[in-house]
């Protein structure tokens, strides 16, 4: 597969294992993605068709939502599981905002700094979510100020062993007054099929998921005021008109919310 490496393909990556960040590249029609990325989420729409949507509905959830914050005030945002570049990357919805990206994969570090590379206001660093010092650490969010941290499709592949509540419990005490916390997560839905089957697929990947329930997700939302509609399934957020809900919004997958710091 080395032979395959694209220049900008980082050497540190494993080109062998697809990897979440480069499936939902590939799912939303981009082009930083693998064989491997290929063929595991051409398995995953087999097995659950809406994926491909679902992955759709999330990146318009979080277009909304940076709309939502920006439209409240907000000038900076940390997006960790920022994931490869593609259309409606933050810094284009905010273009007057500071931007850091953060992500654990190189592949979506890499694009990223070459999208922002003559940008002053928007820049990505390698990092985890899950070990949030180095993150709060960077130079480019002021946590004086008011920002959104941004954890959108992020944390359902991050098993509790890894301290996901711990860790964003962390980012939320560093966050001043007025700052927002933007979510979304894939949930549990029993009358979609097929769920088994794709965690069974995803166990054999770089990024095995863990899907959530409601009350489960809401929990990261702790000490926090969640906005209007609170916890719901992607396009039932904010819509921006009634048709785009359609009558199952449960296919979509994953809930979102939005909650502000008091
Ligand atoms: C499904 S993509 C979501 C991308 C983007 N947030 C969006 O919603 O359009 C998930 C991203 O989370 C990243 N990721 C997974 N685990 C992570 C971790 N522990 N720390 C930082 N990023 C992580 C993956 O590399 C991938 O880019």
């Known amino acids: 597969m080395t032979g395959d490496r694209p220049s900008w393909a980082p050497t540190s990556i494993d080109l062998d294992r697809p990897n979440a960040a480069r499936v939902y590249d590939y799912l939303l029609g981009g082009a930083a993605n693998f064989e491997q990325d290929r063929e595991f989420a051409e398995q995953?729409?087999?097995?659950?068709?809406?994926?491909?949507?679902?992955?759709?509905?999330?990146?318009?959830?979080?277009?909304?939502?940076?709309r939502f914050c920006v439209s409240a005030g907000i000038q900076q945002f940390l997006d960790i599981g920022s994931g490869?570049?593609?259309?409606?990357?933050?810094?284009?919805?905010?273009?007057?905002?500071?931007?850091?990206?953060?992500?654990?994969?190189?592949?979506?570090?890499?694009?990223?700094?070459?999208l922002l590379a003559d940008n002053p206001l928007a820049s990505a660093m390698l990092g985890d979510l899950t070990n949030p010092d180095p993150i709060l650490a960077s130079p480019v969010i002021d946590f004086s100020q008011p920002v959104a941290l941004l954890m959108v499709a992020v944390l359902h592949f991050i098993p509790d062993s890894a301290g996901p509540r711990e860790a964003v419990a962390r980012y939320v005490s560093a966050l001043p007054p007025g700052s927002f916390v933007v979510l979304s997560h894939g949930a549990e839905a029993p009358t979609i099929k097929g769920t088994e089957q794709v965690d069974r697929l995803y166990e054999r990947s770089a990024s095995p998921g863990v899907r959530r329930t409601p009350e489960e997700?809401?929990?990261?939302?702790?000490?926090?005021?969640?906005?209007?509609?609170?916890?719901?399934?992607?396009?039932?957020?904010?819509?921006d008109s009634p048709d785009?809900?359609?009558?199952?919004?449960e296919t979509s997958l994953v809930m979102a919310g939005v909650a502000r710091k008091p």
Do not use: C
């Open 84 to 114: 490869i570049p593609t259309a409606g990357n933050v810094h284009e919805i905010a273009p007057d905002a500071r931007v850091l990206y953060v992500d654990n994969e190189p592949v979506a570090v890499t694009h990223s700094e070459l």
């Open 44 to 66: 995953l729409l087999q097995m659950m068709p809406q994926a491909r949507a679902a992955a759709r509905l999330n990146r318009a959830f979080l277009r909304r939502a940076v």
């Open 217 to 239: 997700i809401k929990a990261f939302f702790a000490g926090l005021e969640l906005v209007e509609p609170g916890l719901v399934w992607t396009p039932e957020w904010r819509p």
């Open 244 to 249: 785009e809900v359609g009558d199952h919004p």
